[in-house]
T-cell receptor, first 114, second 118 residues
Framework: EAQVTQNPRYLITVTGKKLTVTCSQN?????MSWYRQDPGLGLRQIYY???????DKGDVPEGYKVSRKEKRNFPLILESPSPNQTSLYFC?????????????FGQGTRLTVV | AQKVTQAQTEISVVEKEDVTLDCVYE???????LFWYKQPPSGELVFLIR??????QNEISGRYSWNFQKSTSSFNFTITASQVVDSAVYFC???????????????FGQGTILTVHP
């Protein structure tokens, strides 16, 4: 079954404690990205990756890091989380072929930073 | 730059009413894709439809229908005879070439919270 798997689904942490949210896809997609969802703002792209070892900033990259060492995995790293990073996070994997985009989303990770 | 506006923050209807969710988009690209996603209370994003900029035909899928009008840059979504299970947040999204980098990025609207009362 084609899927994007995020872990954990829920996370409560304290300010400054480094954390990683994992994302894995089994569709061999080249394009992966991270979004955060906040009330009234919709989803905004944090970082994206067009292929292994190729990553770039999205619209709201401050306070986040990513890596793409393998095609299937795209972890999101918060080196020093702050309360303003409390949000719902989605990983997405996309098939981008001849301009046609099909995005598959993970189940979401609800992060609370206290 | 790409932009998507969903002016309706919240809509409340009674079951069996028809409801239309508005979506207006901005892009300089001539080739682009428009999407609607549903986010039920459980939180996941459910894909509803994709439409490319060259296909202005309206689409109907059961109780759902979509009206795409390039002249007004709108891609509205209508639910006919709404049901309680339609209660969710609905997002409109746009994918364009973003200056030649990729169609992979989705630009989302703010979302519309739809509540259907029994």
């Amino acid at each position: 079954e084609a899927q994007v798997t995020q872990n954990p689904r829920y996370l409560i942490t304290v300010t400054g404690k480094k954390l990683t949210v994992t994302c894995s896809q089994n569709m061999n997609h080249e394009y992966m990205s991270w979004y955060r969802q906040d009330p009234g703002l919709g989803l905004r792209q944090i970082y994206y990756s067009m292929n292994v070892e190729v990553t770039d900033k999205g619209d709201v990259p401050e306070g986040y890091k990513v890596s793409r060492k393998e095609k299937r995995n795209f972890p999101l790293i918060l080196e020093s989380p702050s309360p303003n990073q409390t949000s719902l996070y989605f990983c997405a994997s996309s098939l981008v072929l001849l301009g046609v985009t099909e995005a598959f989303f993970g189940q979401g990770t609800r992060l609370t930073v206290v | 730059a790409q932009k998507v506006t969903q002016a309706q923050t919240e809509i409340s209807v009674v079951e069996k009413e028809d409801v239309t969710l508005d979506c207006v988009y901005e892009t300089r690209d001539t080739t682009y894709y428009l999407f609607w996603y549903k986010q039920p209370p459980s939180g996941e994003l459910v894909f509803l439809i994709r439409r490319n900029s060259f296909d202005e035909q309206n689409e109907i899928s059961g109780r759902y229908s979509w009206n795409f009008q390039k002249s007004t840059s709108s891609f509205n979504f209508t639910i006919t005879a709404s049901q309680v299970v339609d209660s969710a947040v609905y997002f409109c999204a746009l994918s364009a070439n973003a200056g030649g980098t990729s169609y992979g990025k989705l630009t989302f609207g703010q979302g519309t919270i739809l509540t259907v009362h029994p």
